[in-house]
């Protein structure tokens, strides 16, 4: 599965704000073409973060705009600015139903032929921002082959729900539980939408590792200083780590006697725990977290 912990939105009309992104090393980079752009700036940030793809291509980070939704009109045009062979996926806000998932893939598809790229080479990470989304997610989770992740957009959701955010994110409460579920049947990634409060890295941490308990892989940082926070957050701890490796190793005490369950810590270990662990230290060797 691709380790996509930190994914940093980079406003793509602004080349001071690129200049300085490029040197920043989150998991990805989000080039944003959508929410972050006025619209009578749309054009002029498509030329810009065009004109910057390389660049960030060559820091071997994924490069993934986020490109305008279908209903705007310019989606077409964004993806035929940045689909490439600098560009590992694009994001695309606001997918309702698989038939969005299908109309975007088919855009795709003639791009990459004209680029000279494999089809499927382009990834794609919808956005679930509605009620209509969160009752089709898993269906659009299982759309398209090119789908690496599904991201929760919280503000556009609240926003079609007409809810009002909170402090303790309750309201969202279903939508990650639906979002979680649904990446984790389907094989794909469930990625947390921003935590706006950008100043605040110890609420940014205490949100992330509730998203993670939820079973979330990642989230999108609205700042440079939130990568760092996000990216020790969703990584196995060294706690749990040493945890993973005691319980395995009481296992296999208990399993050389004969046993199928012992306890460790006041705590039944018994097979689904030892899974659980295992897959924790798999977890930590693919991002490279030393054991020890």
Same mark, same amino acid.
């Given at each position: 599965?691709?380790?996509?912990?930190?994914?940093?939105f980079?406003?793509?009309?602004?080349?001071?704000?690129?200049?300085?992104?490029?040197?920043?090393?989150?998991?990805?980079f989000?080039?944003?073409?959508?929410?972050?752009?006025?619209?009578?700036?749309?054009?002029?940030?498509?030329?810009?973060?065009?004109?910057?793809?390389? !660049?960030? @291509?060559?820091?071997g980070?994924?490069?993934?705009?986020? &490109?305008?939704? +279908? %209903? *705007?009109?310019?989606?077409?045009?964004?993806?035929?600015?940045?689909?490439?062979?600098?560009?590992?996926?694009?994001?695309v806000g606001?997918?309702?139903?698989?038939?969005?998932?299908?109309?975007?893939?088919?855009?795709?598809?003639?791009?990459?032929?004209?680029s000279?790229l494999?089809?499927?080479?382009?990834?794609?990470?919808?956005?679930?921002?509605?009620a209509?989304?969160?009752?089709?997610?898993?269906?659009?989770?299982?759309s398209s082959s090119?789908?690496?992740?599904?991201?929760?957009?919280?503000?556009?959701?609240?926003n079609?729900?007409?809810?009002?955010?909170?402090?303790?994110?309750?309201?969202?409460?279903?939508? !990650?539980? @639906?979002?979680?579920?649904?990446?984790?049947?389907?094989? &794909?990634?469930a +990625? %947390? *939408?921003?935590?706006?409060?950008f100043?605040?890295?110890?609420?940014?941490?205490?949100?992330?590792?509730?998203?993670?308990?939820?079973?979330?892989?990642?989230?999108?940082?609205?700042?440079?200083?939130?990568?760092?926070?996000?990216?020790?957050?969703?990584?196995p701890?060294?706690?749990?780590?040493?945890?993973?490796?005691?319980?395995?190793?009481?296992f296999?005490?208990?399993?050389?006697q004969?046993?199928?369950?012992?306890?460790?810590?006041?705590?039944?270990v018994?097979?689904?725990?030892v899974?659980?662990?295992?897959?924790?230290?798999?977890?930590?060797?693919?991002?490279?977290?030393?054991?020890e």
């Amino acid at each position: 599965m691709t380790i996509l912990r930190s994914l940093l939105f980079v406003p793509g009309n602004t080349s001071r704000m690129l200049d300085r992104a490029v040197a920043l090393k989150p998991d990805a980079f989000i080039l944003d073409l959508e929410d972050s752009v006025p619209i009578d700036e749309k054009s002029n940030a498509r030329a810009v973060t065009a004109s910057y793809l390389e !660049r960030f @291509a060559a820091t071997g980070r994924p490069v993934i705009p986020r &490109v305008n939704s +279908l %209903d *705007t009109g310019l989606l077409e045009a964004d993806l035929e600015a940045m689909v490439g062979p600098h560009v590992f996926g694009v994001s695309v806000g606001k997918i309702d139903t698989p038939a969005h998932t299908a109309e975007v893939s088919k855009i795709l598809q003639r791009l990459e032929v004209k680029s000279g790229l494999a089809i499927g080479t382009t990834k794609l990470i919808p956005w679930i921002e509605s009620a209509s989304a969160i009752v089709h997610v898993f269906d659009i989770c299982r759309s398209s082959s090119r789908i690496v992740g599904v991201a929760l957009g919280a503000e556009d959701f609240t926003n079609d729900m007409e809810i009002e955010r909170r402090d303790d994110d309750q309201e969202l409460a279903f939508a !990650r539980s @639906a979002i979680s579920i649904a990446a984790r049947a389907a094989g &794909v990634l469930a +990625l %947390d *939408t921003p935590y706006f409060a950008f100043r605040d890295p110890d609420g940014l941490r205490e949100n992330s590792q509730t998203s993670k308990g939820n079973g979330f892989r990642g989230r999108f940082a609205i700042h440079p200083a939130q990568i760092d926070v996000i990216n020790e957050v969703y990584c196995p701890s060294a706690d749990e780590i040493q945890h993973a490796k005691a319980v395995i190793a009481a296992f296999d005490e208990a399993a050389a006697q004969g046993r199928g369950s012992t306890s460790l810590d006041g705590k039944v270990v018994d097979v689904p725990v030892v899974k659980r662990a295992q897959a924790l230290l798999e977890l930590a060797d693919s991002m490279g977290v030393a054991r020890e």
